[in-house]
């Protein structure tokens, strides 16, 4: 399987490829918010390295959110537009599962708090055993949207299990986080989801026999409305 992944959920812009021959390249981009600029030549130029054509690919994986309005609505547009014009599927993954996976693979054992930053004082999160993958096992706190005290008020309620703290969201929040019993932040690391993580769970869900899905059908995961909506709703409401 020839299969790119694309994660643009986060400021981070990243690509991830596979060729059939197991060769991996992954390319990220951090703290500029050129989503439109860098993402589909960032593509080309990675698929190109490890010897393939944009014609060649398989299988597309996209990381579908939550995240930044702008940053998933390119990332899910790339993906869908080039697998309906290769005729290819996609496996769409959550930035919340795959900062978990990351984590599980980056040694950190047990469960883990993945945070991605929401702005507007707000971080999308979930706990949840990082080695269960995207299965949904082993979740202490469901994912959703949370203030920092909210998101600290519901891991008190845990009683003090050990969890590390990964993703942006967690990050900017960590003085927060931190007064909780039990919880640790990861600073210099795992500030985004990374790609060739996203590129992984991609190849374990096509393994295991789990169809990708028409590109038509994917969507991405917002878990609240765009700041242009709200702002409208407020101004019609006034």
């Known amino acids: 399987m020839n299969i790119v992944a694309i994660e643009t959920a986060t400021e981070t812009i990243g690509v991830a490829v596979r060729s059939d021959n197991g060769t991996r390249a992954a390319f990220t981009l951090e703290g500029r918010r050129r989503h439109v600029e860098i993402l589909v030549p960032a593509m080309e130029h990675l698929v190109a390295q490890v010897g393939l054509a944009v014609t060649d690919l398989h299988l597309v994986a996209v990381d579908l959110g939550p995240g930044l309005f702008t940053g998933l609505r390119v990332g899910v547009a790339a993906a869908k537009g080039l697998a309906r014009s290769l005729g290819i599927g996609v496996v769409g993954l959550s930035s919340l599962e795959i900062l978990a996976r990351a984590a599980a693979g980056s040694g950190h054992g047990g469960h883990v708090l993945a945070a991605v930053d929401a702005r507007r004082g707000e971080v999308f999160a979930t706990v949840r055993d990082g080695r269960a993958g995207d299965t949904g096992a082993g979740e202490l706190l469901g994912p959703g949207l949370f203030t920092p005290a909210a998101l600290a008020d519901g891991l008190r309620a845990l009683g003090g299990v050990p969890i590390v703290a990964v993703g942006d969201g967690a990050q900017r929040y960590a003085g927060v986080l931190r007064t909780v019993p039990g919880v640790s932040c990861v600073d210099d690391a795992l500030g985004a989801p990374p790609p060739l993580t996203l590129l992984a769970m991609a190849e374990e869900r096509y393994d295991a026999g789990v169809a990708p899905a028409d590109p038509r059908s994917v ?12 702002n409208f709703a407020q101004v019609t409401n006034s």
Do not use: C, F, K, W
């Not at 969507?219 to 709200?230: F, I, S």
């Open 219 to 230: 969507v991405p995961l917002y878990m609240r409305e765009a700041d242009a909506t709200r």
